[in-house]
């Protein structure tokens, strides 16, 4: 198989390296030699880094130790820590190699973010001491995470999944030909390999069908930085710090097109992977008047919580009472805060009662390929039924199809559902050549 | 006794804290509780910090690991993330007590320097950051040890003592009516109290004393920050940030004599002091031909390799060989290397042999009465020769008397001096009230 890249010209990579890939000084230094050896194949390198292992959560302690509710601005001053570390460390063990590298903070680099500290959004990617670090012949090492607000030039922080969108974006404003994600496996997968022992790395997937797996419990990489991608369509290669393998690349459908149109690549499959997610509770509001503006008012107290809600399913009301249920779902860490909620509501809304359950399981297949093939739902279903398994709720894009059962069945829910459709690695993919689009 | 500064009227205070007082999470609380008061009685206060405990330590072992020879800038970049953590966690705390606080780091508060990585020298401070947040009503904690280059913008550290320097600087530059210096002393001693019990704490110095007192061994303050505050004429009050009590404050000659005259402080002491420093070495060059320009060959070579040469004595020729002795004392650690620079030199020098002896000690009385008594030599002398104490150099300074010793000898010849001096705790105080300049 080619790559995806076209490695025989000089081209700019970005390559990310997480905490797990930086655990102590013998990693770092493992690192900056796989570092070098891109270099020395001709390429220019700008390194991205998270801080190193566990050194979030032990400031994270410390914070605690000192006050029970720190002030953001002085949390994202403490967190910048980790990265400072970690870059200076590996800009070390780089020049150790006889390699000229420098370190730059968030703020140098130029990665300008608004001012919600903890949350911080990226506004504008200014990378001018970057480029010039570049044109000498140096390799500049990134803090991931971190940024500086425009207006109050504060550090801030992007919060979950940053130093992968500080990754892409500075990729996106350099021009690269590629934003590689260094981490702990192989690549993104057609399911967990824990669960599914036969799960198999996919070659490619699109930012869409990516966007689809990290909303569903796909660990591998973040909405953020994946949107980010798609925006600028640029190539996420996510690869293991572990193996010089290939990894999973993420790319516009149109490149994956191209791809396959020129022999670079094989076939897509209809189907792209199944996960499951267990972190989520449903919630019932049970015997809510079947009348007008009062599903408006259970999701306007909702949202005025902060809660994300995610399925929503609503009974068909029974006559005889002139009331319905409707059954939602969100992050388990919220559903006290939603039952607390609809009870100051509870005028307004005029339920009966309320149900908390979170031994469920969210169930999803994605696959861009999906628009184009009818058949999958019916093949989705019979897998389930098949292997006796209940399906409790029922939620769909066009990508993707959800259900939630109980947590127990989660895990031969996946299997079931891999198989059906080919995913094993040892058994018939299910492919199609079409655009499907 | 009054207080030194007029602490009825509303003032600017800057508060220094070191690593030691900084140690864990409760310390961090403690020092914030500390600084709320000083704020409840109606001052502006701007904090400085050094890095926590053994953190500066902990990282330097980290950077060992990567690299036997970090670059400098990257060391920099590393050193700094422990004052980030300790002045976040330090703002946490104060703001914890209902206080608005906010760190900022070196060059956020305007420490601009030059680029030499490790020693940077401050060659301006602009900290207007630091005076809208005052404005504000808020604390500002600083950074320490850090400030950024005017030319590369890159990080630097200011070298030893660094976190003394930033806030004797930041408090010249925002006109403080005194910068407080918190260590784990209750100030500046008579003598080290470890050699000497009945050592007292000095209620004042003046600059010249206390950059005497660094010189030969007083491990209070730092040269650089002392020169600092002399150039700026900023009082510094040394005290413990384990008690209340208050320190030594180190002033201009003028302001302790006006203190004198209003009654506001008790008659200056001829002497201040007693001090010993055992890491030096001394380094005798045996034979040199007694002609011009040989001395000059010796010190050129020495200062070539970069090594600091204290105390220097040269011998009477002897009439039959037309040869002498140089002797000169530099660090033990530099020992090696100077015997290195003079054995490479030889040939320009001229000597016979090297002899090092590193058990020495250098044993020194300072006290800026000393210009105007000129009793305070034999005094001294007498002192040493009925402890039975031989003396191998002598180097005088306007305030300063020096000798080596046997290091055996050291500490009875620092009780011996403090005792002939009336320094002792419970002995009589030579003291004087004129001028004396």
């Known amino acids: 198989m080619l790559s995806w890249v076209d490695f025989a010209v000089v081209s ?29 194949e001709g390429h220019q390198v700008v390194v991205v880094v998270s801080a190193m292992g566990d050194t979030t959560d032990e400031l994270l302690d410390l914070a605690e130790q000192v006050s029970p509710k720190p002030p953001a601005r002085e949390l994202d001053m403490l967190l910048t820590s980790g990265e400072r570390i970690s870059m200076a460390l ?13 370190s730059y903070t968030g703020s140098q680099a130029g990665l300008i973010t608004d001012s919600a500290h903890g949350a911080a959004r990226i506004i504008d990617v200014t990378p001018g001491r970057i480029a010039e670090a570049l044109n000498e012949g140096a390799i ?23 130093s992968d969108t500080t990754a892409v974006a500075l990729a996106a404003a350099l021009e690269a030909s590629v934003c590689e994600i260094y981490t702990d496996v192989d690549g993104v997968f057609s399911a967990d390999p824990r669960v599914v ?22 660990k591998v990489l973040h909405l953020r930085c994946v949107e980010y991608a798609r925006r600028f369509d640029l190539p996420i290669h996510v690869r293991s710090s572990f193996s010089q393998r ?29 996960a499951a997610d267990v972190n989520d509770a449903k919630v019932t509001v049970v015997g809510v008047p079947d009348e007008p503006g009062r599903a408006a008012a259970i999701f306007r107290a ?20 002139g009331r319905t249920d409707v059954t939602f779902t969100c992050p388990q860490g919220s559903a006290a805060k939603a039952t607390d909620a609809l009870e100051s509501g509870s005028g307004a809304i005029g339920f009966e009662s309320l149900v908390i359950d979170d031994q ?19 093949t989705f279903f019979a897998a389930l039924a098949e292997a006796s398994i209940n399906v409790e709720m029922i939620s769909t894009s066009e990508i993707r199809i959800s259900v939630v059962t ?32």
């Not at 469920?360 to 019916?378: E, F, Q, T, Y």
């Open 246 to 274: 290939e990894g999973t690349y993420v790319l516009s459908p149109e490149a994956i097109e191209t791809a396959i149109a020129e022999g670079r690549a094989m076939e897509q499959p209809i189907i792209s992977g199944v």
């Open 90 to 102: 590996l800009a070390m063990a780089i020049s150790d190699l006889g390699e000229d590298a420098r």
């Open 140 to 162: 500049p090492i990134v803090a991931g995470f971190q940024g500086v607000a425009q207006d109050t030039k504060d550090i801030t922080t992007l919060g979950r999944g940053g």
């Open 197 to 218: 022992p036969a799960a198999r790395k996919l070659e490619f997937v699109t930012y869409e069908e990516m966007l689809e797996l990290a909303a569903v419990g796909a």
């Open 360 to 378: 469920i399981a969210k169930v999803s297949l994605v696959g861009a390929g999906m628009r184009s093939h009818p058949g999958v739902s019916a």
């Open 406 to 437: 109980r947590v127990d069945d989660a895990k031969r829910a996946v299997q079931a559902l891999h198989t059906a459709f080919g995913l094993d690695a040892d058994g018939e993919a299910v492919v199609y050549g079409g655009t499907g689009r």
């Open 12 to 40: 700019l990579i970005v390559q990310k390296f997480g905490g797990s890939s930086l655990a102590d000084a013998d990693s770092v230094k493992r690192v900056a030699r796989r570092i070098v050896a891109t270099k020395a």
């Open 302 to 321: 909702l949202a005025d919580a902060g809660i994300n809600v995610d399925m929503i399913v609503q009974n068909v009301s029974a006559a005889s009472t």
